[in-house]
Structure formats: C-alpha cells, structure tokens
C-alpha cells in the first residue's frame, strides 16, 4: 500500500496556474502507476491524468489535455500536476491515487490508495 497525502489547492482566478503535489510513503511508488482525479459538489469523481511508474507515458481527460501536465520525481516519491489556463469548471476536489500494477489507466476501480483530497477553487 503507497499511503498519499496532495497538497497545494488553493483558490485562484480564472486564466492562472496552480501546481498540486502529491507525496508518497510505501516502498511501492516507484513501481505504481499515478493519477490525479477530481469531484466537483454533486458530481462524479472523474479522472484527470495518469502517469506510468517510468514516468515515459502520460494520459488525459479531454477537458485537460494541452493545460495540464502530470509529472513525478521517484527520488522524491512524488507526482505533480501543473494547472495552466484554468477555467472555474475546474473547480474541485483533486486527489491522487495510485495503480500498484503499473498500468496506465483511468478507471478509478485500478486505483488501490488514494489521499484525502485538496480543494481547487476556479473564481471567474
């Protein structure tokens, strides 16, 4: 088990940039795939990004793709996502979560551990 703790939301204007951190305790984060997923009030949650254990391969949502990007240091047993040209429909609970198979995915049912969430807050 990779035991996660985000952090980083915070509320910021439309059109801004917001980095969220992720760090990671367990010996297996190296060898997990990561991903980030959001839920806005009386929503889903749905999924954001994911990132390969390597970190050489990356995957989407539509509604993000080419304004966020998802990263991750293993030294530093922790993963990134960089929001750019944020719009207030961004506005949400972020969590990360981690895939101990190492498959990229974006189904939250392949997702074992996840933290407690950071709120991100879009004002127009």
């Known amino acids: 088990q990779v035991q996660l703790v985000e952090s980083g939301g915070k509320l910021v204007q439309a059109g801004g940039s917001l980095r969220l951190s992720c760090a990671a305790s367990g010996r297996t984060f190296s060898r997990s795939a990561m991903g980030w997923f959001r839920q806005a009030p009386g929503k889903e949650r749905e999924f954001v990004a994911a990132i390969s254990w390597s970190g050489v391969s990356t995957y989407y949502a539509s509604s993000v793709k080419g304004r966020f990007t998802i990263s991750r240091d293993n030294a530093k047993n922790t993963v990134y996502l960089q929001m750019n040209s944020l719009k207030p429909e961004d506005t949400a609970v972020y969590y990360c979560?981690?895939?101990?198979?190492?498959?990229?995915?974006?189904?939250?049912?392949?997702?074992?551990?996840w933290g407690q969430g950071t709120q991100v807050t879009v004002s127009s």
């Open positions: 979560a981690a895939e101990p198979d190492g498959y990229l995915s974006g189904r939250p049912g392949d997702f074992s551990s």
